[in-house]
């Protein structure tokens, strides 16, 4: 495979327990602070109450949107994709006679409904008929489609923790081909009690804030969120008369074909998806700035993504922002990408929060402990995934 054509990212929205936009969040890395506390969406009495990373402000501008009464997954990633198509200074009246597609990745999703509809099981049609409806309606992609008028190709990538990350991807393939003029990709999900205590059951869930790559590591704390990414063809770009935020150069997947849950011990499904990415975007390993690393704060995976780092970007700095964020899921690849495009443009990385202690078995692949200044164009954001999904996305700043 040679290398392909750029794809223009005309605008980026994020909404985080970092920040309720991609400026406010990059404000919180940079000053390194970090909102771990007890769940409030859901009961978790002591001592079973983990931190988690919620967003607690009122963060949904109702009033603004067609679809009222969606769940919590689907107004976050509305409200990311405002802000998105803001920062791209485009419309709906813009957008009315384009091919607009919408892909968006999401693991939770309207899945809450569940709980509702198992509950109510056998007491009557008309119990059951509203959260199956509610169910129906609130699909992340669907939502974002009707919002916007979006008549293209609709796609709902559902991955585990690589689905922001494969959706940035494929909505690239899409205006490569020339499938949609624009596209809105990106992830979303909320906080659930079913994975909150499905981590916890896995024994991988830390009990205080998460510390990925410390040697004191014991693994995740759970976070919410979206980011969206408004790509476009080159003649979009220019109808708009605005110079692109950055680019997408390159998206590669591999499956390690491992295990269910845990990472291939010498990394090669990792390796794979690094240099597919780094192919398709016509670059090299020596031109990537700096890595945003998946980072979980789990014993297995942080081993292994280091010894990758290690052996592929000898030296290039790397971090991990779930520290600030939480694992937002199958939001997190699209949030990393949020976040590395806004590092590129700023030209420094944050300190890889709740990294302290070394630990000598990822040595010498250590993150960043303090802000630090980068030069180049080029970054790698990647992410790993249950079932063995490894998605990587070579970006390029637009500055």
Known sequence: ?????????????????AGLTLKDSMRSLYRGERRPAPPTCFSAPPPFAFPVFEI????????????KNILRTCKLAVTA?????ADAGFDRKF??????????????????????????????????SAPAGRFLASNPTRVIAAEF?????????????????DAIGLAASWIRTGLCDVVIAGGADELYQV??????????????????????RKGLNLGEG????????????????????????????????????????????????????VEAGGTTLAEIAFVSAHGTGTRDNDLIESRVLNDLLPGVPFFSTKGYTGHTLGASGAIA??????????????????????DPELAPAYPVRRNFSISGRIALSETLAFGGSNAVLILETGK
């Open 1 to 17: 495979m040679g290398p392909l054509p750029p794809v223009a990212i005309a605008g980026i929205g994020c909404i985080c327990s």
């Open 195 to 216: 994975t909150y205590t499905g981590f916890k059951s896995l024994l991988i869930y830390d009990d205080s804030p998460c510390r990925p790559f410390d040697a004191n």
């Open 81 to 85: 994709a405002l802000e998105a198509m």
């Open 149 to 165: 008028c979006a008549g293209g190709p609709l796609q709902t990538v559902v991955n585990a923790c690589s689905a922001g990350s």
């Open 56 to 67: 607690l402000e009122d963060f949904f501008p109702g009033r603004k949107i067609k679809e």
């Open 226 to 277: 979206a980011a969206i990414f408004i790509l476009t063809s080159e003649k979009i770009q220019q109808e708009a008369r605005q110079k692109p935020r950055g680019f997408v150069l390159g998206y590669g997947c591999a499956t390690d074909a491992y295990h269910p849950t845990k990472t291939r011990p010498d990394g090669l499904g990792l390796k794979m998806a690094i240099q597919e990415a």
């Open 337 to 358: 990408a949020a976040f590395t495009v806004a590092c590129l443009e700023e030209g420094r990385i944050p300190a890889s929060a709740g990294f302290s202690t070394p």
């Open 95 to 128: 957008l009315k006679k384009k091919r607009v597609g919408v892909c968006i990745g999401t693991n939770v999703g309207s899945c809450v409904n569940n709980e509702a509809f198992y509950l109510n099981n056998g007491q009557g049609d008309a119990l059951l």
